[in-house]
């Protein structure tokens, strides 16, 4: 599958979750549980840090590996940017979001791509091969439908296990939590089929502000055709990951989806396709 058609998931197996050190009592509903992940959500602050990114991607069949530093800006609940130096160039790889759009563009001559989509229109926004939405969560950034009535709760080897299902009851997403700390560790996502298309893992937590935990180590993986999986690992430096607070003038900056200009292909998402403008 060629990158720019897109990292479409069809397919693949999850890796396997680690058995906690310690095995604690999980909880007993699940409101209890979405209460608990609701509140830390609600304790997000604006945060920045830096790190060294890790991707590997698939194109044409050959295996393609980039290892680069990449700085982070995120204003939960919705805004993120993040920055790729590669190649020499310190905007080589940038993917955002805020309220209403999403965006990620590639600037190497080989993959010179500019991706982008409106919330309101995408409901795979996953199909990323760096996906703003997964970044977010994957910075315990965790979004939690408000509808309680289509999640399930159960218990797996010390992990509370959140499940949600749409109307039709197709799995759409599930969240391991860690039943000591209580802290998010994988996080699977399903496609329309219920075949899983993605999986975020995350470790390494550091306490920004009292209530709110970000993991250092982040890693999503992506499933395509013939179980091809694409994969990007952010390891952030701790000292790096510290509150930040922006000016409106720093917001628009980071924030606002740039027009794409010298781009070799450009795609719109709508619904789960790829439109090339």
């Excluded at 680069?68 to 805004?79: D, L, M, R, S, T």
């Excluded at 408000?146 to 197709?170: A, K, R």
């Excluded at 998010?184 to 390494?204: L, Q």
């Amino acid at each position: 599958m060629h990158l720019f058609a897109a990292a479409l998931i069809v397919c693949g197996c999850t890796p396997e979750l680690k058995i906690p050190k310690r095995i604690c009592p999980g909880k007993q509903t699940v409101v209890q549980s979405l209460d608990v992940l609701n509140a830390r959500s609600e304790n997000a602050v604006s945060l920045k840090a830096n790190g060294q990114c890790r991707l590997q991607y698939y194109d044409g069949g050959k295996k393609h590996k980039e290892n680069f530093p990449v700085k982070v800006w995120a204003n939960p609940p919705a805004e993120i940017y993040l920055q790729g130096d590669v190649a020499f160039d310190a905007k080589g790889i940038v993917l955002g979001s805020n309220e209403g759009e999403f965006w990620l563009a590639m600037e190497p001559k080989e993959i010179s791509g500019y991706w982008w989509g409106r919330w309101s229109d995408a409901n795979c926004p996953e199909m990323l091969m760096i996906s703003p939405k997964l970044v977010l969560e994957g910075l315990g950034i965790v979004a939690i439908d408000s509808d309680q009535g289509n999640w399930s709760l159960s218990n797996e080897d010390g992990f509370d296990v959140l499940t949600t299902h749409s109307n039709q009851g197709v799995i759409q997403k599930r969240i391991y939590v860690d039943c000591c700390d209580y802290l998010v560790e994988k996080i699977e996502y399903f496609d329309v089929r219920g075949e899983a298309v993605a999986v975020v893992e995350m470790d390494k937590y550091k306490e920004v502000l009292e209530g709110f935990l970000v993991p250092a180590g982040i890693k999503i993986t992506t499933y395509g055709e013939q179980a091809v999986e694409d994969s990007v690992e952010v390891n952030l430096n701790l000292r790096s990951i510290k509150p930040a607070s922006f000016t409106d003038r720093q917001r628009d900056r980071l924030f606002t989806r740039p027009e794409p200009r010298g781009f070799e292909h450009i795609y719109k998402i709508v619904d789960d396709e790829m439109i090339e403008q």
